[in-house]
Nanobody, 115 residues
Framework: VQLQASGGGSVQPGGSLSVSCTAS????????WGWYRQAPGKQRELVAT???????NYADFVKGRFTISRDNAKNMVFLRMNSLKPEDTAVYYC??????????WGQGTLVTVSS
């Protein structure tokens, strides 16, 4: 299974961006998706997850600003980021946990929030 992230880019504080991630491969079923991020000099941290039934969970620092969603038919996950802050600047990674338990990571996409 391969994960390909896309989207991201640069935006001013208060702006919005979306990132997405597509899984490809043969004979797989994704149980849960996740988005993580890693800022320069910091550890990777969980941003949001979503179960196969669409139940989301968010880190406190993005609640009310970010929305995670998924398209099971297309094996895709999305992260809509609103009211972005400079501290949201990071490389964002998608993560997929398969029904059989294996975990896969995307290559990361950079989000920069700066005036």
């Amino acid at each position: 299974v391969q994960l390909q992230a896309s989207g991201g880019g640069s935006v001013q504080p208060g702006g919005s961006l979306s990132v997405s991630c597509t899984a490809s491969g043969r004979d797989f079923s994704i149980n849960a998706w996740g988005w993580y991020r890693q800022a320069p000099g910091k550890q990777r941290e969980l941003v949001a997850t979503i179960t196969r039934y669409g139940r989301p969970n968010y880190a406190d620092f993005v609640k009310g600003r970010f929305t995670i969603s998924r398209d099971n038919a297309k094996n895709m996950v999305f992260l809509r980021m609103n009211s972005l802050k400079p501290e949201d600047t990071a490389v964002y990674y998608c993560n997929a946990v398969l029904v059989l338990g294996s975990t896969y990571w995307g290559q990361g996409t950079l989000v920069t929030v700066s005036s």
